[in-house]
């Protein structure tokens, strides 16, 4: 392990799951699996919701940097206004020599890589040949907040590119197209990959009842985000980057934002949400 990584601590960062089996099982499993590989000096994770907290997290580590992976779709209110707030609050009561925040999950195009591969395994398992089968991402959404569709939308466009499904469509819980709405217009079978990082609410009980009430023999549910094989090399390949930045002695390029160096000030700083994400 580097010398960069010897005095960091890594916190991976999720909402947090309710409903389901709320147990955050996969968060958990993902963060012992990057501590396994030795990302970081120490690794945790800490949820928006529910325990432990991101402060109890924070409070946990005795490395004086710490790098913060969001294991977000997108970077909207949670992601950005509500992560931001908490970090800057807890670098009050604690002095940190630096504390960085990478974007989130859904911004790195390995995950549509992985969403793609992963979708086409599940639709074989059913006998269905990929190319002749349109894959739906499910995501969240929001009336308030465009970030969520943003940011499905371009994973979608990514997996278009590569030419492996008939056609990507994307749905949402919280805004149209809705998944029911979205499935009427479909001909032929249909693979659904949940963008979720949990099990809990919304990707458990919610997926089961628009699964259910689909009534459809040719639609396959491949699962969601957290429970797709091969999640934990992505994140890690993006922390890797991250390291190999610092290693040459370049700074973070500008999808790392510092939330607070608090040796002096006691005070954070943090970039505003691009319109985009």
């Given at each position: 392990?580097?010398?960069?990584?010897?005095?960091?601590?890594?916190?991976?960062?999720?909402?947090?799951?309710?409903?389901?089996?709320?147990?955050?099982?996969?968060?958990?499993?993902?963060?012992?699996?990057?501590?396994?590989?030795?990302?970081?000096?120490?690794?945790?994770?800490?949820?928006?919701?529910?325990?432990?907290?991101?402060?109890?997290?924070?409070?946990?580590?005795?490395?004086?940097?710490?790098?913060?992976?969001?294991?977000?779709?997108?970077?909207?209110?949670?992601?950005?206004?509500?992560?931001?707030?908490?970090?800057?609050?807890?670098?009050?009561?604690?002095?940190?020599?630096?504390?960085?925040?990478?974007?989130?999950?859904?911004?790195?195009?390995?995950?549509?890589?992985?969403?793609?591969?992963?979708?086409?395994?599940?639709?074989?398992?059913?006998?269905?040949?990929?190319?002749?089968?349109?894959?739906?991402?499910?995501?969240?959404?929001?009336?308030?907040?465009?970030?969520?569709?943003?940011?499905?939308?371009?994973?979608?466009?990514?997996?278009?590119?590569?030419?492996?499904?008939?056609?990507?469509?994307t749905a949402f819980l919280q805004e149209p197209p809705g998944l029911a709405s979205v499935i009427e217009t479909i001909r032929g079978p249909v693979v659904i990959v949940g963008l979720f990082t949990g099990h809990g609410l919304h990707g458990a009980d919610d997926v089961n009842v628009m699964m259910n009430a689909l009534e459809?023999?040719?639609?396959?549910?491949?699962?969601?985000?957290?429970?797709?094989?091969?999640?934990?090399?992505?994140?890690?390949?993006?922390?890797?980057?991250?390291?190999?930045?610092?290693?040459?002695?370049?700074?973070?390029?500008?999808?790392?934002?510092?939330?607070?160096?608090?040796?002096?000030?006691?005070?954070?700083?943090?970039?505003?949400?691009?319109?985009?994400?």
């Open positions: 392990m580097d010398d960069n990584r010897q005095n960091t601590g890594l916190l991976i960062v999720a909402h947090g799951e309710r409903g389901g089996d709320a147990s955050n099982a996969g968060v958990a499993q993902l963060t012992a699996t990057l501590r396994a590989r030795q990302m970081a000096a120490e690794v945790r994770y800490g949820l928006i919701k529910g325990a432990p907290a991101i402060e109890t997290a924070l409070n946990a580590f005795s490395q004086p940097e710490l790098l913060v992976f969001p294991l977000f779709l997108s970077e909207g209110y949670f992601a950005h206004f509500v992560l931001a707030r908490r970090l800057e609050q807890a670098a009050r009561v604690r002095q940190y020599g630096s504390l960085h925040v990478l974007p989130p999950l859904g911004r790195d195009m390995a995950l549509g890589d992985l969403i793609a591969a992963s979708a086409a395994v599940a639709a074989g398992k059913q006998g269905l040949v990929s190319r002749q089968t349109t894959l739906v991402l499910l995501a969240h959404g929001s009336s308030r907040n465009s970030a969520s569709r943003l940011a499905a939308g371009r994973l979608a466009r990514h997996i278009r590119d590569r030419g492996s499904f008939r056609s990507v469509r459809r023999a040719d639609t396959v549910f491949a699962g969601n985000l957290i429970g797709l094989p091969g999640l934990a090399d992505v994140v890690a390949a993006r922390i890797d980057r991250y390291w190999q930045s610092i290693r040459m002695g370049r700074r973070p390029t500008g999808d790392c934002r510092p939330i607070a160096n608090m040796k002096s000030n006691g005070r954070g700083d943090h970039a505003p949400p691009e319109a985009s994400a």
